[in-house]
């Protein structure tokens, strides 16, 4: 008798005393990719009252990196000027390249975010190393193909973990 439970490869489940999912994966190298944002919204942990817009880029480059995910962080409301600015500068850049889905008369809730998804657009993925750990961050945003640039380093605490 198969169960719901039957894996697809045809080997009984019940017999597997632990699971452990591989989720440790190298950055996607830095450069262009066609992506499009899976989900948007903004997050306010205990640690950063402020709060931000949480971005997940899903790849849709035909490429070994199909699929594969990249967090971004922008933080509007930091009470750090140049960050705060540069921070609407990139949802600005976001939302242009969607075809201008946000109110331009307040800022963006999370359900005017959920417009921004879905939507194909150009990333530039860049790498962030700190403290022995390394990951993507997204240096630039466009309807079409950015240009591919030297890598750069975020500042300070804009390394987006």
């Known amino acids: ?15 597997e005393a632990a699971y452990e999912a591989v989720t440790s ?11 499009a944002i899976a989900d948007i919204k903004w997050a306010y942990p205990d640690y950063e009252p402020e709060g ?8 849709l480059s035909q490429d070994e990196y199909k699929g594969r995910m ?6 509007c409301n930091s009470s750090e000027d140049k960050k705060s ?6 949802l600005y850049a976001i939302d242009r390249a969607a075809g ?6 307040k800022g963006p809730d999370d359900l005017s975010l959920k417009s921004l998804t879905s939507l194909i657009m150009h990333i530039r993925a860049e790498i962030w190393e700190n403290e022995g750990k390394t990951g993507n961050w997204v240096s630039a945003v466009s309807k ?14 804009d390394i987006p973990f």
């Open 1 to 15: 008798m198969s169960s719901w439970w039957d894996l697809s490869d045809g080997s009984d489940y019940s017999q």
């Open 85 to 90: 600015d540069k921070a609407r500068r990139m």
């Open 100 to 105: 201008g889905k946000l109110p331009m008369d």
């Open 144 to 157: 079409d193909a950015v240009k591919q640039a030297p890598a750069a380093q975020p500042e300070g605490d």
């Open 70 to 75: 990249i967090f971004q962080k922008i933080r």
């Open 25 to 35: 994966f190298e950055p996607v190298p830095v450069g262009v990719y066609k992506a």
């Open 52 to 59: 931000f817009i949480s971005v997940q880029w899903v790849i």
